[in-house]
T-cell receptor, first 108, second 112 residues
Framework: EDKVVQSPLSLVVHEGDTVTLNCSYE??????LLWYKQEKKAPTFLFML????IEKKSGRLSSILDKKELFSILNITATQTGDSAIYLC????????FGTGTSLTVIP | ETGVTQSPTHLIKTRGQQVTLRCSSQ?????VSWYQQALGQGPQFIFQ???????GRGNFPPRFSGLQFPNYSSELNVNALELDDSALYLC???????????FGPGTRLTVT
């Protein structure tokens, strides 16, 4: 059965900390892996990864994919309160599979 | 560039009723996907429409049906509503199937 698993389920950190969010997958017909940030309603797109070992970076956020070990990590450095959100990992296969998400809370 | 829009924002229905949710895709996008997101869960794929044809369906019963129009906007219809259908319904559009999707703000459906 195809699945996407994220860990940890929730995380509470202080401003300035660095966090690493994990996403592992078992999906037939893997095409890519996507990360989204969901604050209130609509998930907003962060990254799409298709190749192993190539880091994608946007400001304090970065992500990398390992297609051999079937996982991806999302790093957030120097966290801010505005980073508080649910971070979702999604993998298109025969359908679009989402993980349950990691709920990140950044305390001032 | 116009983003993805959904209507209505909130909806309250009674068990057994029928509901139609609407989605306008982002300008230039030809694919619309619908998701159900229960509290504390990730979005669950309902189905996808590509150029007016259903192009993939998740594990949802036939009372969940959809439509895509020539302008690529879309509708999600749910018949015989059940209490468990209460959720946030998200629509996402993309150019092509299974590429980066852009989400609308969602419709919060409550079934009583």
């Amino acid at each position: 059965e195809d699945k996407v698993v994220q860990s940890p389920l929730s995380l509470v950190v202080h401003e300035g900390d660095t966090v690493t969010l994990n996403c592992s997958y078992e999906v037939t017909n893997f095409r890519s892996l996507l990360w989204y940030k969901q604050e209130k309603k609509a998930p907003t797109f962060l990254f799409m990864l298709t190749s192993s070992g190539i880091e994608k970076k946007s400001g304090r956020l970065s992500s990398i994919l390992d297609k051999k070990e079937l996982f991806s990590i999302l790093n957030i450095t120097a966290t801010q309160t505005g980073d508080s959100a649910i971070y979702l990992c999604a993998v298109p296969g025969n359908q679009f599979y989402f993980g349950t998400g990691t709920s990140l809370t950044v305390i001032p | 560039e116009t983003g993805v829009t959904q209507s209505p924002t909130h909806l309250i229905k009674t068990r057994g009723q029928q509901v139609t949710l609407r989605c306008s895709s982002q300008s230039g996008h030809n694919t619309v996907s619908w998701y159900q997101q229960a509290l504390g869960q990730g979005p669950q794929f309902i189905f996808q429409y590509y150029r007016e044809e259903e192009n993939g369906r998740g594990n949802f019963p036939p009372r969940f049906s959809g439509l895509q129009f020539p302008n690529y906007s879309s509708e999600l219809n749910v018949n015989a509503l059940e209490l468990d259908d209460s959720a946030l319904y998200l629509c996402a559009s993309s150019f092509g199937t299974f590429y980066e999707q852009y989400f609308g703000p969602g419709t919060r459906l409550t079934v009583t």
